[in-house]
């Protein structure tokens, strides 16, 4: 059974920074491309950033370009998603989703495994 295991949600004021993690069990974490979504209140679930299996491919929306980057650790089983420069509208719920391949994916309908959310919250 695989399982995600988010983490590093907060309250965190405007140009504040945080750093989230999510740790995957029960699969061969190192073979799996992963990404991160996100929720507000009232909206659907929206891509955030997603990164292929050996970290060297990596994408993001626009509004998190030069703000935002993920990463990877594959011995310790452990994506992460640096936010830096927070603003009021990244306040969500923010999920980790792994893929049963490994290359990347923007649709929220290519991942397999979802971790249950981290709340992210931006104070203006």
């Known amino acids: 059974q695989v399982q995600l295991a988010e983490s590093g949600g907060g309250l965190v004021q405007t140009g504040g920074s945080l750093r989230l993690s999510c740790t995957v069990s029960g699969r061969t974490f190192g073979s799996a491309a992963m990404g991160w979504f996100r929720q507000a209140p009232g909206k659907e679930r929206e891509f955030v950033s997603t990164i292929n299996w050996n970290g060297y491919e990596r994408d993001y929306t626009d509004s998190v370009v030069g703000r935002f980057t993920i990463s990877r650790d594959n011995a310790k089983n452990t994506v992460f998603l640096t936010m830096n420069s927070l603003k009021p509208e990244d306040t969500a719920v923010y999920y980790c989703?792994?893929?049963?391949?490994?290359?990347?994916?923007?649709?929220?309908?290519?991942?397999?495994?979802w971790g249950q959310g981290t709340q992210v919250t931006v104070s203006s």
């Open positions: 989703a792994a893929r049963r391949t490994g290359m990347i994916a923007l649709e929220t309908s290519a991942y397999d495994y």
